[in-house]
């Protein structure tokens, strides 16, 4: 991960992506709060790292170089976005966790994250 600035921080994009991807994992930590003793994981957690602690969803483009290798991340990452926006521009920001999974558009979610995921896997 020599062409990023912060491959730590890529690391904890890589991981919030994947449990976007993930259903199974979110039922079981988000929901029933089934984690190791001293884990927390959450969706709220989850978008603060892509929004707010790195801006990779804010500003993908920006993001290469940063967080990200390559345009084609880059777009991958866009995609999630809009695919995240348009549930909170439906549904809000103020839902817990479960009504977002039970919600139509969540499905959009987890297929956007798994794309995600792949493209940052297989870039580099």
Request: charged share 30%; proline share 5%.
């Amino acid at each position: 991960m020599s062409d990023i600035r912060f491959p730590e921080m890529r690391h904890e994009i890589v991981r919030a992506v994947k449990a976007l991807a993930d259903p199974v994992y979110q039922w079981s930590a988000w929901i029933r709060r089934e984690l190791p003793p001293g884990e927390y994981d959450e969706f709220t957690h989850r978008i603060h790292i892509l929004y707010d602690d790195t801006q990779v969803l804010e500003d993908p483009d920006a993001a290469i170089g940063i967080h990200l290798r390559s345009q084609k991340e880059a777009d991958a990452m866009r995609y999630l976005a809009q695919a995240i926006d348009s549930l909170f521009n439906e549904l809000g920001t103020d839902l817990s966790d479960e009504e977002y999974l039970r919600s139509p558009g969540w499905a959009a979610i987890v297929d956007a994250a798994g794309a995600a995921l792949s493209t940052l896997r297989d870039d580099g």
